[in-house]
């Protein structure tokens, strides 16, 4: 499974953005979890939000209310809708992928929020 994010992008407080997260070599059928992580500069990577094939999503609380990831089977991409964005979200934004106990991660994708 090979994973591609983009969408990240430089905005101003308020505004927003949305990641996506192309599953290539595979099928976003078969992932038992796909998430979204990020890491700002001199950070741990930080967990966003996840969400398993059959259930519901779970948020960090720094982005509940905020964000909204969700899935399309059809185009086989994941999606991370941020809203209301602040000057903390800035980070690079990873997408990420589970089958049984293997995991996948994309190449990152920056966000910079400006205040």
């Known amino acids: 499974v090979q994973l591609q994010a983009s969408g990240g992008g430089l905005v101003r407080a308020g505004e927003s953005l949305t990641l996506s997260c192309v599953v290539r070599?595979?099928?976003?059928?078969?992932?038992?979890?796909v998430g979204w992580f990020r890491q700002a500069p001199g950070s741990q990577r930080d967990h966003v939000a996840t969400?398993?094939?059959?259930?519901?999503?779970y948020y960090a609380d720094s982005v509940k209310g905020r964000f909204t990831i969700s899935t399309d089977t059809a185009r086989n991409t994941a999606y991370l809708q941020m809203n209301s964005l602040k000057p903390e979200d800035t980070a690079v934004y990873f997408c990420?992928?589970?089958?049984?106990?293997?995991?996948?991660w994309g190449q990152g994708t920056q966000v910079t929020v400006s205040s």
């Open positions: 990420a992928a589970w089958i049984g106990s293997n995991s996948y």
């Open positions: 969400v398993p094939r059959a259930g519901n999503p």
């Open positions: 070599s595979g099928t976003i059928s078969s992932i038992t979890v």
